[in-house]
């Protein structure tokens, strides 16, 4: 949900209304955002309003902190938290009841022990904030050849400066465990400040950063998704998808999530189609199962000593051969329970461009023989005497 000041501009791309390019006070312009449905609802007399304030960092990253000053806080506040050591700068992206309702969606007690909020940030602590957020990408570039120069088979994905400045949090990934201590001094006597290595996973990697997926959408998990179920082939196998992992894998170089979207469709829609593994016996032959329709109830057979030719049958009709089948008795043919297909209308297209004809530039390009013959008489006088 986007606020309605949002909409950009036809030049450069920029937001006409509130100009905040994605940090608006509203924070619907961010990725993972929570509308506060409850904002314009008064307490119930004598209930004091919830303490804990959710925070947001960069890339989306969110924690829950406890307003023990009783600071008068709305979403889009920039707040100087705690943090260790020294205190870190974050957004307030959710405050009031429904910030309970987040802390249990997240496994974590309402009641139970947060670090505090120690006041809302000045100037001066938004221009050190700043100053860190803009030596990040640099830092990244000389702390990823470090480690190539380490020959360690990691990858430094993101950098995020605390708020203060005193500590820099490294995020890598890794396909096995990596020993890092010779890299942590070469950090910390590179950028001379507190060093934090900390591994996530390529699907966290790829919503941390973000990025547009295969579908040219913002990929879910950096947008709205936020549990990540493990995804298997056999997802795309009950879907009937070709198994192919270019096309399968997603920007992490997993399985795309969304193939789960529509999975449990698909499972009560196979609850009564017969198997890919289906044998069908008659008089003819056994006949096997090359392909079935999910949602139109279609089965392709084959016999066996004739694969190349199939039949189309419902799945009402394999069913009451494969009951035959149970008795131990055998159909005719399987051309007796066929669909009756409608004829196919052969389509005629024309050149209404006016062009040439596609298949214009497979015909072989005709030689020109007079142009030929001029470039042999060329090369026999090749010392004619020029005219004075």
């Known amino acids: 949900m986007a606020c309605t000041n949002c909409s950009t501009g036809a030049k450069d791309g920029t937001p006409k209304g509130c100009k905040n390019n994605g940090t608006c006070g509203t924070d619907s312009c961010n990725k993972l955002t929570v509308f506060d449905w409850l904002s314009n609802m008064a307490l119930p007399g004598g209930q004091e309003p919830f303490n804990a304030v959710e925070i947001r960092f960069k890339n989306g990253r969110k924690e829950f902190f406890r307003n023990t000053e009783k600071l008068t806080l ?146 879910c998990c ?35 999530c969304c193939l789960n979207y529509e999975l449990d469709t698909y499972l009560d829609a196979l609850k009564h189609i017969p198997d890919m593994d289906t044998k069908l016996y008659t008089e003819k032959g056994d006949a096997f199962c090359q392909k079935i329709d999910i949602f139109k109830e279609l089965m392709w057979f084959s016999y066996a000593n004739n694969s190349a030719h199939w039949h189309v049958l419902p799945v009402a009709q394999v069913q009451e051969i494969l009951k035959i089948n149970k008795k131990k008795e055998r159909v005719s043919s399987l051309e007796e329970f066929v669909v009756e297909t409608a004829p196919q209308i052969e389509k005629t297209y024309q050149n209404v461009v006016g062009q040439d004809s596609l298949t214009r530039f497979d015909q072989p390009v005709k030689k020109n023989k007079n142009n030929n013959k001029r470039k042999k008489n060329f090369k026999k006088k090749p010392n004619e005497p020029k005219k004075k």
């Not at 507190?194 to 990929?219: D, N, P, T, Y």
């Not at 947008?223 to 879907?239: E, H, I, K, M, P």
């Open 222 to 256: 950096s947008t709205w998704l936020t549990d990540f179920r493990s995804v298997n082939t056999s997802a795309a196998r009950y879907q009937q998808l070709s198994l192919n992992p270019q096309k399968l894998a997603g920007q992490c170089g997993k399985l795309k």
């Open 74 to 219: 709305s979403i889009g506040d920039v707040v100087a938290t705690e943090a260790s050591p020294g205190h870190d700068i974050g957004i307030v992206s959710l405050t009031g009841e429904l910030v309970k309702v987040q802390m249990k969606k997240k496994g974590e007690n309402p009641d139970g022990d947060l670090a505090k909020i120690y006041r809302k940030a000045t100037q001066k602590d938004i221009d050190i904030w700043s100053d860190c957020r803009e030596k990040e990408e640099k830092i990244k570039v000389k702390a990823r050849e470090i480690a190539i120069n380490l020959k360690l088979e990691m990858k430094i994905s993101d950098i995020e400066y605390q708020g203060d400045g005193s500590k820099a949090t490294f995020y890598y990934t890794a396909n096995d465990r990596v020993d890092f201590r010779q890299l942590i001094k070469e950090f910390a006597r590179e950028f001379s400040i507190r060093i934090e290595m900390k591994q996530v996973g390529f699907r966290q990697e790829a919503s941390r950063l973000g990025g547009i997926g295969s579908c040219g959408r913002e990929l």
